[in-house]
């Protein structure tokens, strides 16, 4: 049951593959991640090089992104305006990202760059995320009307000029903020292979203060077209997509993305905010473990 | 390149009384289709001796098989502030992506290590052409060994030369599916008395073949468009999934 990789040079078992594919597709669906943050390791782990791993792990994002925003523009859950601005800024961070990447890659110090931005990052909104939903949570089941949340009071956000109307978060804010966290999420899926919902997500509910229901249709359109750009830099500068494995884990993806979705429809979207702020704990934990606990082999290898 | 070189001078040099060896590989082209999964090649050859020598006199094969030349870099982890990070790294330049060696007996009962590493058999005679490092690369090098060993890209069996016959011998060579593609090299050497007395080197050439190859080249020569095939295939898979579990609910 193996299968060969062109690009990668390598045998695989496909149906490992292809169970990647759906389990982080079904995450996807219900998240409204890319789950590239998951799906990277995951191959890297397998024994895909890492370098073929973060390029194709953004054809899964796409495919199965594409497959849930279907399902949300069904729904009217996206802010087409919103995504766009987003987008824009996204391009802007991909050239940046593609930039640093090769940086880090001479300097052999990827690892440590995702490790320590990873770390506090995840750590910082997973800790948010799970304080909210589980106070919100704790609130409903004892009956009081659950707590609006309240997020920090962001005066700032609200004196940047070049304010625009999004009708359909049905805010009047300025297109700076969108822009700046496009950019950051560009530049992070071109050096780390991840979309950036895990990011995104929380920034639109917590910095923007959209409506919860439009934020995951909204960040997997966004994601889309980032995730498209990038792949064409990367298949075009480093050669590194591999079609073959882009395909089992796509046709996996958009299988376990449309059970994601439908799952998501049953949850609240506080459940769904837990369920999330756990899961990003845990790759925190995960990657903080890593650099702390003694490894077994203190020498690594790159490049045979 | 020097090795080849050196095995030239090595022929020339033959004694005039020498055993004659003989040797050749099952088979010369490997083609790595999509259902690869590794194989098995066969290295066979006789020792052809000089008239009226004794053929039961004690004799030593070894096969060596040696992948395309490729620069390995090595990183060591250092604890830096409570963390582990990447401190030090080591290119080591013009290294084997494979290598195989079978033997009729462990390496050290048939040559003396200096003979060893004079005519470079055995992975501990394997040494980079040059490397880029600030500290002794030695450290580095070992771990290069044992991460490939592990691998399963460098291995060494002794016994895996076996004598059919007085003068018959074979060796099978696994052919693992991660191996580089490209020009390998398959060496055979008679020992006796801890020195080679004959020498022998065949290429063998693995390659990508039909579709894969195809998309190699693709990748290659049209990175643009390539990167366009990949996007739609991932936008059209994405939509189609979209209408067939609409329709299925």
Partial sequence: ?304 | MRRALFLVLLLAAQPAFADQLVSGVSQELIQITSNYTGSDIVVFGAVEGEPGRDMSLPKDVVVVVRGPETDITVRRRDRVAGIWINHDAAKLSGMPAYYFLASTRPLKEIAPPEALTHYNIGLQSLQPDSVHSHHDYEPFRQAALRHLTKDRLYTEVPGGVEFLSATLFRAHVPVPAGVARGQYKVEVYLFRDGDVESAQSTPLFIDQTGLERRLYNFAHNQPFGYGLAAVAMAVIMGWISSLLFRRST
């Fill in chain 1, 1 to 304: 049951m193996e299968i060969y990789l062109p690009i990668a040079e390598m045998s695989v078992h496909w149906i490992v593959i292809l169970g990647m594919g759906v389990g982080v597709g079904f995450l996807s669906g219900l998240f409204g991640v890319g789950g590239g943050f998951l799906l990277t390791p995951l191959l890297v782990f397998y024994g895909i090089p890492s370098g073929i791993a973060v390029a194709t792990t953004l054809s899964h994002i796409t495919a199965s992104s594409i497959s849930g925003a279907v399902a949300h523009w069904k729904r009217r859950s996206i802010d087409f305006k919103m995504a766009g601005v987003m987008m824009a800024g996204g391009l802007g961070g991909t050239a940046v990202g593609v930039w640093l990447f090769a940086i880090m890659r001479r300097a052999g110090q990827m690892d440590l760059v995702v490790s320590l931005t990873y770390v506090p990052m995840l750590g910082i909104i997973g800790g948010i995320m799970l304080n909210e939903s589980l106070k919100t949570l704790r609130a409903w089941r004892s009956g009081h009307a659950p707590a609006r949340i309240h997020p920090v009071n962001h005066v700032w956000i609200h004196g940047l000029p070049l304010k625009a109307r999004f009708r359909q978060s049905r805010l009047y804010i300025s297109v700076i903020p969108p822009l700046a966290i496009g950019f950051v999420v560009g530049a992070m899926s071109a050096v780390m292979g991840v979309g950036g919902g895990f990011i995104i997500v929380p920034a639109m509910i917590y910095l923007l203060r959209m409506p919860t229901n439009v934020v995951v249709g909204t960040s997997l359109v966004q994601i889309i077209g980032v995730a498209i750009v990038t792949t064409l830099l990367q298949a075009t500068n480093n050669y590194a997509v591999d079609i073959v494995l882009a395909a089992i884990l796509v046709t996996g993806g958009v299988v376990g993305a449309q059970f994601g979705v439908r799952a998501g429809a049953r949850l609240r979207g506080e459940q769904i905010r837990l369920l999330l702020a756990l899961l990003v704990l845990a790759v925190a934990l995960k990657l903080l473990w890593d650099l702390l606990v003694t490894p077994a082999d203190f020498y690594s290898i790159g490049g045979v």
